[in-house]
Antibody, heavy 117, light 107 residues
Framework: PLVESGGGLVQPGGSLRLSCVGSGFTFSSYWMIWVRQAPGKGLEWVANIKEDGSEKYYVDSVKGRFTIFRDNSKNSLYLQMNSLRAEDTAVYFCARGIWGLPLTSTWGQGTLVIVSS | EIVLTQSPGTLSLSPGERATLSCRASQSISSSYLAWFQQKPDQSPRLLIYGASSRATGIPDRFSGSASGTDFTLTISRLEPEDFAVYYC?????????FGGGTKVEI
């Protein structure tokens, strides 16, 4: 499974770091992905990172503000979120890829981030 | 960025009926790397279809996917009560991936 943590209430302009711990599989062998869902809205791909961390991709709306990284020795994925905006309010899911692809085959339960003053 | 457009936004059907959901890509998707997900309220999405037409493990055969160029279709042959949910298409062939806006299948 995948277990996210780190969500909470933060003021606009603030920072937050999300974590996702994977277990039951060889973490270092899979692409990992962050996906978010604003309240009552659809799914939005946020960022993905290759197995060894050598490639990272971001949706345009978070480029320069969010950083995805991983620590394979700790079976952990992270999302460092800076300069947060109200529109970043969402449930953030981490997901695991499969077959060497960033296909979101397995999902965590999500962690809620609320950006508000 | 590949934009995925899903239609219709809402599909109102009854149990036992056939559901046809569409997803159109703004450009070609490499190797048909198109997936479909089901999401129920307060749950994480569940993978149904990958590679445009392959069912994921444990997915009933009433769910099927097809492709024609940049047009993709998810078909539910006979709706069961548990199939009423929101469905999303996703492309994962070009990073970052993208999702369609979703189709809600309601009773």
């Amino acid at each position: 499974p995948l277990v996210e943590s780190g969500g909470g209430l933060v003021q606009p302009g603030g920072s937050l770091r999300l974590s996702c711990v994977g277990s039951g599989f060889t973490f270092s062998s899979y692409w990992m992905i962050w996906v978010r869902q604003a309240p009552g809205k659809g799914l939005e791909w946020v960022a993905n990172i290759k197995e060894d961390g050598s490639e990272k991709y971001y949706v345009d709306s978070v480029k320069g503000r969010f950083t995805i990284f991983r620590d394979n020795s700790k079976n952990s994925l992270y999302l460092q979120m800076n300069s947060l905006r109200a529109e970043d309010t969402a449930v953030y899911f981490c997901a695991r890829g499969i077959w060497g692809l960033p296909l979101t085959s397995t999902w965590g339960q999500g962690t809620l981030v609320i950006v508000s003053s | 960025e590949i934009v995925l457009t899903q239609s219709p936004g809402t599909l109102s059907l009854s149990p036992g009926e056939r559901a046809t959901l569409s997803c159109r890509a703004s450009q070609s998707i490499s190797s048909s790397y198109l997936a479909w997900f089901q999401q129920k309220p307060d749950q994480s999405p569940r993978l149904l279809i990958y590679g445009a037409s392959s069912r994921a493990t444990g997915i009933p055969d009433r769910f099927s996917g097809s492709a024609s160029g940049t047009d993709f279709t998810l078909t539910i042959s006979r709706l069961e009560p548990e199939d009423f949910a929101v469905y999303y298409c996703q492309q994962y062939g070009s990073s970052p991936g993208t999702f369609g806006g979703g189709t809600k299948v309601e009773i």
